[in-house]
């Protein structure tokens, strides 16, 4: 996947490119297919993680409903910017804001979540739900960003949602490693180790979309007082 330098960032939403096009009915239905199936999955997952005492399960599961959320508001914007909101483009770098900060947060909820692991890991970890959970996981990921990948060089808000599909998908591949390590082995201190990969995957997706976000928000702020 081609990634713009923040600095490039800026110059497509300040000088009308890529980052302030307005969303396109494509876009929103991309949107919204990518809603219902995380919205969905996300609440299967967490009856799962908490039958199976996985924590790697429960930090995938924390992701895909702050997916939700992000994804609800990048909804919202993108309807906006659709019907010709002056404050399209304001509200898209916003939205796109509000997702990196999210992500950063959830980041740190599961850093200390896995010092809680490390210092008392748990006693059984069924490994077979987890494994099929984070497979219908990586699929449903997989699917999701496959239908926002055609716009995620075109708006920053849609970018945002797709590198949380990433994200996603990155974990339950990690969460699925877990799973087989620890049928395998024995060794449950895989879950925890894959929980603070998936923190540390999050917040490197995070810090990038902040900082493009916040610049993008400034320059439109900027254009709007000329």
């Not at 739900?129 to 055609?150: D, K, M, W």
């Not at 996603?168 to 990969?197: E, M, P, R």
Request: a negative charge; one cysteine or more.
């Amino acid at each position: 996947m081609h990634v713009h330098s923040s600095d490039q960032a800026c110059d497509h939403y300040g000088h009308g490119g890529h980052g302030a096009l307005p969303s396109t009915p494509n876009q929103v239905r991309s949107l919204k297919i990518a809603l219902v199936l995380v919205s969905c999955f996300s609440v299967a997952e967490i009856w799962v993680s908490a039958h199976s005492n996985s924590l790697s399960l429960l930090a995938d599961a924390g992701h895909m409903v702050s997916d939700v959320f992000a994804m609800a508001l990048a909804l919202w914007t993108a309807q906006r910017a659709q019907r010709g909101d002056r404050d399209g483009d304001r509200l898209n770098a916003l939205a796109a804001l509000v997702n990196g900060a999210l992500l950063l947060a959830i980041s740190f909820w599961l850093s200390w979540e896995c010092w809680g692991v490390w210092r008392s890991p748990p006693i059984e970890i069924l490994s077979g739900p987890v494994a099929i959970t984070a497979a219908v996981g990586l699929g449903i990921n997989g699917l999701n960003a496959y239908f926002l990948h055609r716009h995620a060089e075109d708006n920053l808000n849609l970018r945002g949602a797709f590198l949380h599909m990433l994200a996603d998908a990155g974990s339950c591949a990690g969460v699925l490693v877990s799973a087989g390590l620890i049928a395998k082995f024995g060794w449950y201190w895989a879950d925890g180790v894959v929980s603070g990969a998936i923190a540390l995957l999050i917040a490197l997706n995070a810090v990038p979309l902040i900082r493009q976000s916040w610049s993008a928000l400034n320059s439109v702020t900027a254009a709007s007082e000329l």
